[in-house]
């Protein structure tokens, strides 16, 4: 659903505007556009770099104006190759510091490294590198974070949650999982720090396992009973409020508002948005000798306040 306001860029525009006019202040009002996509990477490229992947991926984030990307489910010469396709169009303001990669399964590639990885137009600073409770699987699913150099107290992480429900330690290991992310998402704020995070979390919006993510103002009958902090980034999707557009589109068991499911989210505590914000999940392209994912790119646009 696109609701994307120009009051968002004024906002930043002012902040500019203020500083250079010495005027002080203890946060800044930046806008940010969000990316996501978990490509399947192994599963359905067999770890190619060659068969249009790299393309769809880097034209996406460069077409989108994209500040911020999140890829789950990424080979390492995927990563690499991605890099290179970003500098050479000069996307990254550093070519050495606007990713970061980290892995979950050093083999999972056909004997490669795959996991998960960060790309930020403005150079970030030293990753975040956190162990989730362990699901007894070979892949090991990680938070991985980085702060933007420029602004430290912007933090941009992704994660990719378990499949697994299995009961371990006397709890369920996804909610195990989500409620360590939340935890350390959390602690993040509590140090000063503005979080965006986005990727596939696995539940969808109206699973009670999310319940402690999203804030109570977005209780719908769509997803109900929330105690938690945060907005989803597409949760005022008018054709089903509270949850939002499905990114894959043959989700079983669907979604409230019909065929799919949304388990691509991207989070961001409700009292750092500062005014309106909107997101969206884009068609499945077929440009990689058929089609690129069975996960869609998820997308959203935010202005967020940042503690200078």
């Known amino acids: 659903m696109r609701i994307w306001k120009g009051g968002l860029v004024a906002a930043t525009v002012l902040t ?34 060659s068969n249009g992947l790299i393309d769809v991926i880097s034209n996406s984030i460069r077409n989108r104006s994209s500040h911020l990307a999140a890829l ?18 000069d996307w990254g303001e550093d070519e050495e510091n606007y990713s970061r990669f980290e892995s979950t399964n050093d083999t999972g590639c056909g004997g490669e490294k795959s996991g998960i990885a960060l790309f930020s137009k403005a150079p970030m600073g030293t990753a975040n590198r956190i162990l989730l409770p362990d699901d007894g699987r070979v892949e090991k699913r990680k938070l991985l974070c980085a702060p933007l150099e420029a602004r430290p107290h912007l933090r941009f992480c992704t994660t990719h949650i378990t499949t697994s429900s299995e009961v371990i330690g006397g709890s369920q290991i996804n909610q195990q999982q989500l409620d360590a992310v939340r935890a350390h998402v959390d602690a993040f ?10 990727g596939d979390f696995n539940a969808q919006p109206s699973y009670n396992r999310l319940d402690k993510w999203y804030a109570p103002s977005v209780n719908t009958v769509n997803n109900p009973d929330n105690v938690g902090a945060h907005r989803e980034l597409d949760d005022r999707d008018s054709r089903c409020v509270g949850y939002g557009e499905n990114s894959q589109d043959d989700g079983t068991p669907p979604g409230p508002c019909g065929p799919g499911k949304k388990i ?29 994912s069975d996960h869609r790119i998820v997308i959203g646009s935010v202005t967020v306040t940042v503690a200078s």
């Open 264 to 292: 691509d989210l991207i989070f961001v505590r409700e009292d750092k948005i500062v005014g309106a914000y909107d997101g969206d999940s884009l068609s499945i392209s077929n440009s990689c000798g058929g089609a690129c």
């Open 189 to 198: 704020n509590a140090n000063g720090d503005t979080v965006i995070i986005a």
């Open 16 to 49: 500019v505007l203020l500083a250079s006019a010495g005027v002080s202040s203890a946060a800044a009002n930046v806008s940010y556009n969000v990316w996501t996509w978990n490509v399947a990477g192994w599963t359905m490229h067999r770890g190619s770099t």
């Open 72 to 89: 789950n489910e990424l080979c390492w010469g995927q990563y690499k190759a991605i890099q290179a396709n970003l500098r050479a169009s």
